[in-house]
RNA sequence: GCCGGGGUUGCCGAGAGGUAAGGCGCCAGCCUGGAGAGCUGGUUCCCGUUUUGGGAGCGAGGGUUCAAAUCCCUCCCCCGGCGCCA
């Protein structure tokens, strides 16, 4: 949620802001006269209660000197005040509510910085790193991708889909997910779970040894709860509700982790918090029909290791940076190819700011896939989940910063794709050695 | 799940139908060579204002009443005990 102080105040920028998303920037104005009319009735509101305070507080007067008749003629005039009362209370509340609606779908202010554009093909690469191996036919995709910023190798062999590999190794079974779960569930077997969890360690050493605080969220939380940290449309095409409770599945760690201070007031000196959340993510993943259907690219649940962090507003933005470094770290030890991306203003979710996707080369699909996402908030989740700290003039909203570490399903395709020879053989990244114990995982197993 | 105790302002903590004591912390002013102590005022949110001001707020939501932190319902959370469980 925005400032409504910006609104009133500076209604143009936001004007601007919903315009380069590509919004109707006529929500700004509609909200704006809805807390016209808000106040209107709000001081109309206060007079009448004060009106009332004044009566009530000379009939407890009256009643303590005995004059009975005078306070009984004041209750009668009070009651109809009261009915007058209730008519406006409603009428201020109803208009209060639906202003409150509109002021949150009004999206986040972005960065000044951020390039303007409509669809993913406005996204501006921003680095390059490694040296990408690409198959023959891939070769022309991949110069487009890259403008030529990239080092690369044509392989001369066929590569395998992780679709076939996994189940052809019997480290995936996708045909008796679905018969039990449906389509986009999974099993993994024998050393790809072992893998998974390898990945998982690497990631939390790697951000612990930063000083990260690891934690492990609850996986449901209250709808006020993740009301606060979502948006309406992912709340709709994302969360998984649980009937019966009010309870709703998280679709990252980063929806716990958000919530986790709600309502608090901060020390200062405690800023910033810096966490590496762990956990297990469920997401509907709505209007993806056709796309990434098989597999583990795009499924119901998968595992990730989160960055959070919890900041004054002048030390979010290298916040950021240090996400998408220790991100960029990450994958750079892992030997995987990637490019970061900053997102154009139109791809932006509406709690976002700014925000970049690292990407990494995948061999196989012969494109850049989206591994890590890197948000700053700013202080839109701040607000509305009233985390604050304290300032000589008074509480002000934190700010929040999101970006993953290592999403599991996803790095696994990577380095399937990656990392696979001739054979067939998968080879594992040296640095997830030390906690898998093998150095590869080879057909028919050993 | 059951029984009992509890949830009050940044923090602690009184108030048990009559309109949120007190302490601490913090901020400002006075005082001081400077600091401290002391004194004075302020210290949640909303609306308004040149100023004076007004309203809301006692875990959340309803109800009773002229008036609710206080009485009555529903729910949430915390502490203790019992039960159940990995």
Redesign the pocket.
């Known amino acids: 949620m925005i400032d409504?102080r910006l609104l009133?105040e500076n209604i143009d920028v936001v004007r601007e802001s919903i315009r380069k998303r590509g919004g109707d920037p006529s929500l700004a104005d509609e909200t704006l006269s809805l807390?016209i009319r808000w106040?209107e009735l709000?001081?109309e509101?206060?007079?009448l209660?004060?009106r009332?305070?004044?009566?009530?507080?000379e009939?407890?007067k009256m009643?303590r000197e005995g004059r009975r008749e005078e306070?009984e003629r004041?209750?009668e005039e009070?009651?109809a005040l009261?009915a007058r009362i209730e008519e406006v209370e409603r009428e201020t509340e109803r208009v209060k509510q639906k202003r409150d609606l509109m002021l949150r779908r009004i999206p986040n202010i972005i960065h000044p910085d951020v390039p303007v554009g409509e669809s993913e093909e406005d996204n501006v690469p921003v680095r390059f790193w490694g040296k990408a191996r690409v198959q023959e036919i891939h070769v022309g995709d991949f110069l487009a991708a890259t403008g030529g910023k990239m080092d690369y190798e044509v392989i001369p062999h066929a590569l395998k889909s992780h679709v076939d590999l996994l189940p052809a190794m019997d480290l995936a079974d996708f045909e008796r997910a679905a018969k039990v779960a449906g389509a986009r569930f999974y099993y993994l077997k024998r050393d790809l779970v072992i893998l998974e969890m390898a990945l998982e360690r690497f990631a939390l050493d790697f951000l612990v040894e930063k000083g990260y605080i690891p934690v492990k969220p609850p996986l449901m939380i209250r709808r006020g709860a993740m009301e606060g940290v979502t948006d309406f449309a992912t709340f709709e095409e994302m969360i998984y509700g649980v009937e019966g409770e009010d309870l709703y599945l998280i679709a990252t760690a980063e929806h716990p982790l958000a919530a986790m201070h709600m309502g608090e007031?901060l020390e200062e000196k405690a800023l910033p918090m810096k966490f590496a959340g762990i956990s297990p993510c469920f997401r509907k993943e709505a209007g993806a029909h056709g796309r990434d259907t098989k597999g583990i690219f795009r499924v119901h649940n998968f595992d990730k290791v989160e960055q959070f962090a919890i900041a004054r507003p002048e030390e979010s933005w290298s916040i950021l940076d240090e996400f998408v470094e220790n991100a960029e770290e990450i994958y750079r030890r892992l030997g995987l190819p990637y490019r970061v991306v900053e997102i154009c203003s139109g791809e932006l979710g509406a709690v976002a700011a700014r925000k970049y996707d690292i990407e990494v080369w995948m061999p196989v699909q012969g494109k850049f896939r989206e591994v890590v996402s890197a948000t700053n908030a700013t202080d839109y989740q701040a607000r509305r989940l009233m985390i604050r700290y304290?300032t000589?003039d008074?509480?002000v909203p934190v700010h929040t910063v999101n970006a993953t570490a290592v999403a599991t399903t996803r790095t696994m395709v990577a380095i399937v794709e990656n990392f696979q020879d001739e054979e067939g053989v998968i080879h594992i990244p040296r640095v997830l050695r030390e906690y898998t114990g093998f150095d590869a995982i080879r057909p028919g197993g050993d």
């Open positions: 409504i009133r807390d106040r709000q001081r509101l206060d007079s209660r004060h009332r305070n004044v009566l009530s507080v009939i407890g009643l306070a004041l209750k009070v009651r009261n007031i304290r000589p008074g509480f």
